[in-house]
């Protein structure tokens, strides 16, 4: 089952085919949309971020369980990594899992951010 010309919004947790690092490969994950409404409305694809249950410690980790979504389900209490981002095709999305809280999607961004500047001291 493909998405067609569904319109994927911020803070959606979907279940897509998601690629490992040398690009050669993939894993079917959920994945957190990461990308602005406007933005998924106009382009055919959508920027995304892994989400795995490996709860590992991690600097760019932020666990998730069912309490952090406003709707749907996740079956394992999770880690989204915000050190693991690309962009996708909507068409490879296979199903919405569910929708994100707005507070915890803050969390998310403030994160990432972490990945590209630095603190000051």
């Known amino acids: 089952m493909t998405s067609g010309n569904h319109i994927y919004n911020q803070r959606e947790i979907v279940l897509t085919r998601f690629p490992f690092s040398n690009q050669l490969d993939f894993k079917v ?12 409305m106009k382009q055919a694809d959508v ?10 410690d991690s600097e760019y980790g932020i666990k998730i369980t069912n ?17 693991a981002l690309t962009c ?19 969390m998310v961004l403030q994160k990432i951010n972490t990945l590209f500047v630095e603190e000051e001291q």
């Not at 994950?29 to 998924?40: H, W």
């Not at 996708?88 to 803050?106: A, C, M, N, P, Y």
């Open 29 to 40: 994950r959920p994945v957190l949309v990461l990308s602005k409404d406007t933005y998924n």
């Open 47 to 56: 920027i995304i971020c892994a989400i795995t249950s490996n709860l590992d």
């Open 67 to 83: 309490d952090n979504l406003e709707d749907g389900h996740l079956k394992l209490t999770s880690k989204i990594r915000v050190d």
């Open 88 to 106: 996708i095709e909507k068409d490879i999305i296979i199903k919405r899992i569910g929708l994100l809280k707005e507070e915890d999607f803050q």
